[in-house]
């Protein structure tokens, strides 16, 4: 079955520019999404196919996809943005959806 | 107020059978594909199933094909998942969630807060 892989964790000061790799055999033709997720929370879509932001999503977020590998961007990282993020796509079947296992993001 | 709200969780035994609703309010239910996404405990998250707006085309996980039944009542503005043959494993939060179709790609934009499913004996 298809997987995207991410690294289990990142680790920022505040105010230091945080990337979060997801890699997957499929990215070169489908795009990536991001989701955050904070402690207890649903999670949230902060960039949409490969590099577009939601409305209301602060501009320190921004995605990029280049071959195998996507990378999600935060700018100028806050405390607040502690949180667990995760990648999305679907397969080369566009049959299933698949979530990278996600990356636990600390900000201090 | 544009939301979903999940409902029909709880303490259910392996082998047994559950039914999950989603109730939709603030926009056209009927005009969205609609997926469930679950979280076990401590995990990442799942990605369940997928049905289009219409109830014509279904996807499933390979971890719930065969036990797992989703569904959708346009008029009531709902979407069901429908668990059999539950195990310990199905343990989790399971999310309603919106999703947007861009050619082969589909994605969630707007997610529930979830309801919490517990297999245990």
């Known amino acids: 079955s298809y997987e995207l892989t991410q690294p289990p964790s990142v680790s920022v000061s505040p105010g230091q520019t945080a990337r979060i790799t997801c890699s997957g055999d499929?990215?070169?033709?489908?795009?990536a999404y991001w989701y955050q997720q904070k402690s207890g929370q649903a999670p949230v879509l902060v960039i949409y196919?490969?590099?577009k932001r939601p409305s209301g999503i602060p501009e320190r977020f921004s995605g990029s996809s280049s071959g195998t590998m996507a990378t999600l961007t935060i700018s100028g990282a806050q405390v607040e943005d502690e949180a667990d993020y995760y990648c999305?796509?679907?397969?080369?079947?566009?049959?299933?959806?698949?979530f990278g296992g996600g990356t636990k993001l600390t900000v201090l | 107020q544009v939301q979903l709200v999940e409902s029909g969780g709880g303490l259910v035994k392996p082998g047994g059978s559950l039914r999950l609703s989603c109730a939709a309010s603030?926009?056209?239910?009927?005009?969205?594909?609609m997926s469930w996404i679950r979280q076990a405990p401590g995990k990442g998250l799942e990605w369940v199933s997928y049905?289009?707006?219409?109830?014509?085309?279904?996807y499933y996980a390979d971890s719930v094909k065969g036990r797992f039944t989703i569904s959708r009542d346009n008029a009531k503005n709902s979407l069901y998942l429908q668990m059999n043959s539950l195990r310990a494993e199905d343990t989790a939060v399971y999310y309603c969630?919106?999703?947007?179709?861009?050619?082969?790609?589909?994605?969630?934009?707007?997610w529930g807060r979830g309801t919490l499913v517990t297999v245990s004996s």
């Open positions: 969630a919106r999703a947007q179709r861009y050619g082969a790609n589909w994605y969630f934009d707007l």
């Open positions: 499929a990215l070169p033709k489908k795009y």
């Open positions: 603030g926009f056209t239910f009927s005009d969205y594909y």
């Open positions: 049905i289009s707006s219409s109830g014509s085309t279904i």
């Open positions: 999305y796509s679907t397969d080369s079947s566009g049959n299933h959806g698949v």
């Open positions: 196919e490969d590099s």
